[in-house]
């Protein structure tokens, strides 16, 4: 734990490199507050442009003649993996070049192939499409952060990714509204090349509105191959039980959005309208309370000197466990819903706590690899497998009491948020312990 050993943390939350120290310029005033708000944008309309084939999916599908499989391919599994791995090589090149020229890079890129999406004719043109798209979104996250590290005071560094991570809940609301809206009065194609071009400008904004990024100085470490480098990070006990606690995050948080609205309708009668309105509002809104609130508590962690820097989202896991489990014996929908809410909330608190963790443990230009491995951990294993163990389960028990079984199924949210619970509290210890801040 070099890395960590070589950083040490005063009271006003301030880090400073023993060795390899390099001269920043931190944005201030209205360039800061531009940079907040540009990344907020960035990270909108890649959420924009990545859903937008779910709510266009059965005008795709009439106009294509595609089957459910079909779009399942282009929306799920496949998308997920090509997201999650390509992220890796986009995140060592946003740590050894420019993050800015690479993140203006990859929105150009996914927002051209989100227009071309627009002017597919087949699901072959469609399918290279989505591709391209998760292509350059891969490089989002990873290349935003490294922006934020180079760009941004270490004591604004919880609130900048606050805020970038907000990108997900305002994107899912107005991709969802507004890719409803276009596609019901102008056609899907209309709606993914409108989306397109706007993000284009977008692209622009990235590229003029930070100015240009400092160069970082290079050591014989920047030089190994970052595969080898990533598993010199996953090596470190510290970084090693945020990965793990990433990987539960991914089993349960895709399968309490996959299945929560089918089981609030099996369960207790909701019509889909009434359950997209509620659970749709509520995870918009713990989506925004959750990242701000947690960017800006991570930074009172971090000034506070401890080292203890991953508590506070652990708790809230734990709580959220209990609410869940309750939610889904819960004896009227509405108590349900309600019980469901610190599970939405827990899952955008943890974002910002737990990329601001890792960057703190991987050190000084290496922040975009962590967070593309942090990605990695909660993007592939729980997305691909996590909704396909509660659907067996909620099969077999239906099958077995001759009841839905999806509630049963649906325990898997639970018992994994007191997993990421417990690996974030061994992270918590591990990180403090580096530190020397037992």
Partial sequence: MTEIAARS???????????????????????????????????????????????????????????????????????????SLLSLPLARASDRGSPRIVLVSCILFWSAMTALGGLAASFLLLAVTRFGVAFGEAGAVPAGHALIARKIRPERRGLAIGLFAMGIPLGTMVGFAAGGAVGDTLGWRSAMIGAGAIGG????????????????????????????????????????????????????????????????????????????????????????????????????????????????????FVIASATTSAALFAPTGWLSIALLVPGMLSFSFLLPWAFGAAHLVAGEGKQAQASSLVMIGSGLLGPALGPLIVGMVSDAMTAAQGLDGLGFGLLVVPIASVLTAIALLIANGRIAASLGRQ
């Fill in 201 to 316: 400008l977008v692209g622009v904004l990235a590229f003029l509105v930070p100015g240009p990024t400092p160069t970082l100085e290079r050591t014989a470490a920047d030089s190994e191959p970052f595969l080898r480098s990533s598993r010199r990070l996953l090596a470190s006990p510290a970084f090693r039980w945020l990965f793990i606690a990433a990987i539960f995050l991914g089993f349960a948080a895709a399968p309490f959005y996959a299945f929560s609205a089918p089981f609030l309708i099996r369960a207790h009668g909701f019509s889909a309208s009434e359950v997209g309105l509620a659970f749709g509002f509520l995870q918009g809104l713990m989506g925004i309370v959750g990242t701000l609130l947690g960017g800006r508590w991570f930074d009172r962690a971090m000034s506070s000197g401890t080292g203890r820097v991953l508590g506070p989202p652990a708790i809230l």
């Fill in 9 to 83: 943390i005063d009271t006003k939350g301030d880090f400073s490199l023993i060795s390899g120290s390099i001269s920043k310029k931190y944005a201030r005033g209205w360039r800061e507050f531009a940079i907040f708000a540009t990344l907020l944008l960035v990270n909108a309309f890649s959420q924009i442009d990545r859903i937008l084939p779910f709510i266009l999916a059965e005008s795709i599908k009439a106009d294509l003649g595609l089957s459910d499989t079909q779009m399942g391919l282009l929306t799920g599994l496949a998308f997920a993996v090509c997201y």
